[in-house]
């Protein structure tokens, strides 16, 4: 799914056209004046079918700005869906279906947490340097698919899509000649610049706005031939996908006034002056995949191969009607070929088997103008991975191990990760990332079932990841700090351990769960060594580990009948309080508790 094949990809699904005519209408509200209204209505019929939805999803937020002020967001889609097809006893049965989103979100965001002192003080405060802080945001996407069936066992699909994204995210960038790191990391010593950004004391802030707009664009296909034979089946996938996306960055920095508390423009800066560039990248990618089942074995070998051609333009931070003048241009190809096999065995009804064998990559990111030296290298990794499920009598097991083994692996400067913004990716050599992962599922009233409407599930899952960097070099700094890193170190931002727990109960209309999450004790930095958690006597810094936290949340159901629901939610159920992030700049707090009740109503023809 897109060149970033190592990590996987999430697959949420809009919603579907209904088969019969359905209308849905949702409402809630709750803490910090969090509220959602949805609503959707849709249809088929002999050759039209069709599904619009309106969603808006907005809160005041629960952090607490210096001075007052919201903290909160606004967003609000719009999302429809128009298919024609043939009649269901058409000789060549075909379809087009025309889907259309438009997206706007508001939202009163910054980069910048807290310094621990403050955090111990108060978690949810935000400082009165952040008041302009927001994060502007809106997405058109358009996609044409049409899908046809030639022959019985063949089926064809071709999409055409385009999509573009304007995002200006305008946030504080330093108080009083002092970056927000410096004065993090020693507020004390820079007690001027903390007390501009508290808004104690008056000064400068230097105030960044980062516009850019994205597009994406291209034409995919995939055709599945199907076929059996006595005992074997055949199921063969080809696909291509043409696809080009774009960056146009802009970054402007101006200057604010902290005067009692409040901030005022004192000189406004020229668009571009701080980022001006253009990034294109085009791809070609083409796929083959053929699942063989033999008995109880399915067989699933593929292979796939992709082209990249990546070109950037950096105008510099002068030329900001792009003349050209300053322009340095550099641009990068790469070819892969990946391959890959899985399989399932059916040991039994109760048992099965389950493995895979895949080389996965990463594409490394806009070209250096620097020098062609310094270009990241492709990361690629060989991922093996071999699991077990059991389901019998109500009880359902799983359990994988896993191993990427990584070549080139890329690490990114990127402000969001505490480096510099440059955007730029550099290589770490070799490293690997293994683990387990376990789940149960069991319904402790299963043996009672038929003679009862009560039902108690319980799940557990777990995740353990263990990730070290397998060579030592010089790292040039953004989300992995900077200096050397040892062989053996451990990747930061992997999580060891991630425990989720879930006890229910269902009778009749009602249905309640209670969701226990465990997060692990988290590197920040690269080490082996005793990991320091925040504290007050350790520096910003020098902190390279965050503690682990247990949240509990718990929701509720009752149905009164097939078109009325009533729910609520409760998160964060006993209101504990946890540093989740010390990047890109300060201690993030965790959403503490907070309530949200609504109804939904569901119309069926």
Not at 203 to 210: E, F, R, T, W
Not at 239 to 258: K, L, P, W
Not at 352 to 365: A, D, T, V
Request: glycine share 10%; charged share 20%; net charge positive.
């Amino acid at each position: 799914y897109g060149p970033y094949t190592i990590g996987g990809a999430v697959n949420l699904l809009s919603t579907a056209i209904p088969k019969t005519f359905q209308a849905f209408a949702q409402i809630s509200y709750g803490s910090f004046g969090t509220n959602q209204q949805r609503i959707w209505v849709g249809d088929s019929h002999k050759h039209f079918d069709y599904v619009f939805e309106v969603d808006r999803m907005a809160s005041k937020g629960f952090k607490q700005l210096d001075n007052g002020g919201g903290t909160g967001f606004d967003r609000r889609d719009f999302m429809g869906k128009l298919r024609w097809h043939t009649d269901e006893k058409a000789k060549i049965p075909q379809s087009l279906l025309l889907k259309f989103l438009n997206s706007t979100e508001e939202s009163d965001e910054t980069y910048l947490g807290l310094t621990y002192e403050d955090y111990i003080q108060n978690p949810l405060r935000r400082y009165a340097a952040t008041q302009l802080d927001r994060l502007d945001m809106s997405r058109q996407d358009l996609s044409l698919t049409h899908t046809i069936l030639p022959q019985k066992r063949i089926s064809i699909q071709t999409t055409g899509y385009f999509t573009t994204t304007y995002r200006d995210w305008a946030r504080a960038n330093a108080m009083g000649g002092q970056s927000i790191q410096n004065i993090l990391n020693d507020p004390i010593s820079r007690q001027t610049s903390y007390q501009i950004m508290t808004g104690t004391s008056n000064g400068n802030i230097d105030y960044q706005s980062a516009a850019r707009t994205y597009s994406s664009t291209g034409i995919q296909s995939q055709a599945q031939f199907q076929f059996n034979g006595k005992r074997i089946t055949h199921q063969l996938q080809f696909g291509f996908r043409a696809h080009t996306d774009a960056a146009d960055r802009f970054a402007t920095r101006s200057v604010y006034a902290m005067r009692n508390g409040t901030m005022s423009l004192t000189q406004a800066g020229i668009k571009g002056n701080q980022e001006n560039q253009l990034r294109e990248a085009k791809s070609f990618a083409t796929y083959l995949n053929y699942e063989v089942e033999i008995g109880k074995l399915k067989l699933s070998p593929g292979i796939r191969h992709e082209s990249i051609r990546f070109d950037f333009s950096n105008y510099g931070n002068n030329d900001v009607d792009r003349l050209g003048t300053d322009l340095k241009i550099a641009s990068n190809e790469l070819s892969i070929l990946l391959p890959g096999i899985g399989f399932n065995w059916e040991l039994n009804q109760k048992m099965n088997l389950l493995g895979g064998l895949h080389k996965g990559f990463s594409p490394p990111g806009m070209p250096s103008t620097a020098s062609t030296s310094t270009q990241a290298k492709v990361e690629t990794s060989v991922n093996y991975e071999i699991g077990y499920r059991y389901e019998w009598n109500g009880i359902q097991i799983q359990s994988t191990v896993f191993l990427n083994d990584y070549q080139n692996i890329l690490g990114s400067d990127n402000l969001s990760g505490g480096g510099a913004g440059t955007g730029d990716q550099f290589n770490a050599g070799k490293a690997v990332v293994g683990g387990l992962e376990f789940g149960f599922t069991y319904d402790l009233l299963y043996a009672k079932r038929k003679n009862s409407d009560l039902k108690l599930p319980v799940t557990i899952g777990y995740t353990y990841t263990h990730a070290r960097f397998q060579e030592t070099f010089i790292n040039g700094g953004g989300d992995w700090g900077s200096g050397q890193i040892n062989k053996g170190d451990l990747i930061p931002f992997i999580t060891p351990h991630l425990l989720t727990a879930t006890a229910g109960v269902e009778y009749k209309h009602f249905n309640a769960t209670m969701t226990t999450r465990y997060t692990g004790e988290t590197r920040i930095r690269p080490g082996s060594g005793h990991a320091v958690t925040p504290n007050s006597i350790v520096k910003y810094t020098d902190v390279n580990a965050l503690r682990g936290f247990l949240i509990i949340d718990l929701s509720a159901n009752y149905s009164f009948n097939r078109t009325l629901t009533a729910f609520t939610t409760i998160n964060n159920l006993t209101n504990s309080s946890a540093i989740v992030a010390n990047l890109p700049q300060g201690y993030r707090p965790n959403l503490p508790l907070s309530v949200v009740v609504g109804a939904k109503v569901k119309l069926r023809r």
